[in-house]
């Protein structure tokens, strides 16, 4: 039987995931039952047990098949030192289980081209996919670190790549590519980073084992301006972890809400076993954690992913995502709300109400 481990988190995280556990009721009805555990992780994690994540809820989660992440960080441990916060649990799964690839689709739903600040004309027909580099880059390069005292602190990250790295990510990207419109654009700055350079010149190399894909480069800012221009453009766009992390986030403003917005971390996973990671791409919203406004979008549709990447239920994922797409067309969702989420203003749409899915 598949191990679900459910890490819910912090803020509206708990909230996004109790919808994910009617979809494991649901999944039961179709004839796929899972063994479902659950642990803590983020600041709940630190509160109960003194780290972000702690060695037992990374080895569960080792063994699990699929897990289901909800979210975290909030103002009770913003001040924490960088290597003790809530994200640093996310980070330390993401790397010990090798999960490099990022699946990060964004789309504007029919029935939404409203809640999108384009114009539907321009976004109407937006359908495209993050692979995000996700265990390497600035996230985790050494040397990293902060010296001296006022007025001469510094601070230090490193951005490193090997050619391994991108190689692996590339393959995931033009092997999605093929199942889709056959279209990848690979964005780095190669123009001014020595691993743009070695990202363009690897991505070019693993292009010649699939011709039937047509590759294009360009530069991450300017992929920033072209996912605000012409967003229906892009098919798969691969990129690194820190370029594929703001621009994901400017795809849901495309999409006209992060609450939308799913993610996969997928790995290769020891002896060829993949355990996946699905998580919305929002924050825990702390502001309005608790009233019952949180989107569970985002966590609804990276449980389908989860369906499709980890537990073998194709048919199931289809069934799911076509029964969001009715529900979000017949009015599931309200006013667009201003919230914060994390510091940062985080619009949020309102469900009204959130009807089971139908296969
Ligand atoms: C994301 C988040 C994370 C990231 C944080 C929470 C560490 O912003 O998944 O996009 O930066 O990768
Ligand atoms: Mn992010």
Known sequence: ????????????????????????GWAAGHGLTFESQHARIGGAAIDAEGAPVSDATVALAAKADAILFGAVGGPKWEKLPRAQRPEQGLLRLRRELGLFANLRPARVWPGLEDVSPLRPERAGDTDLIFVRELTGGVYFGEPRGQSGTAPERRALDTQAYSEAEIARVAHAGFRLARGRRRHLTSVEKANVMETGQLWRAVVTEVAASYPDVTLAHMFADNCAFQL???????????????????LSDLAGGVAGSLGLLPSAALGEGPEGR????????HGSAPDIAGTGRANPVAAILSFAMALRHSLGAPALADALEAATGRALAAGARARPLGGRGMGQPHRQCHPIWWPSPSY
Do not use: C
Not at 1 to 24: C, F, H, K, S, T
Not at 228 to 246: H, K, S, W
């Open 228 to 246: 605000v221009r012409a967003p229906t453009q892009f098919d798969v766009i691969l990129t690194d972890n820190l370029f594929g992390d703001l």
């Open 274 to 281: 993949t355990p996946g990671l699905y998580e919305p791409v």
């Open 1 to 24: 039987m598949p191990i679900l481990l459910l890490l819910d988190g912090d803020g509206i995280g708990p909230e996004v995931n109790a919808q994910v556990r009617r979809l494991i």
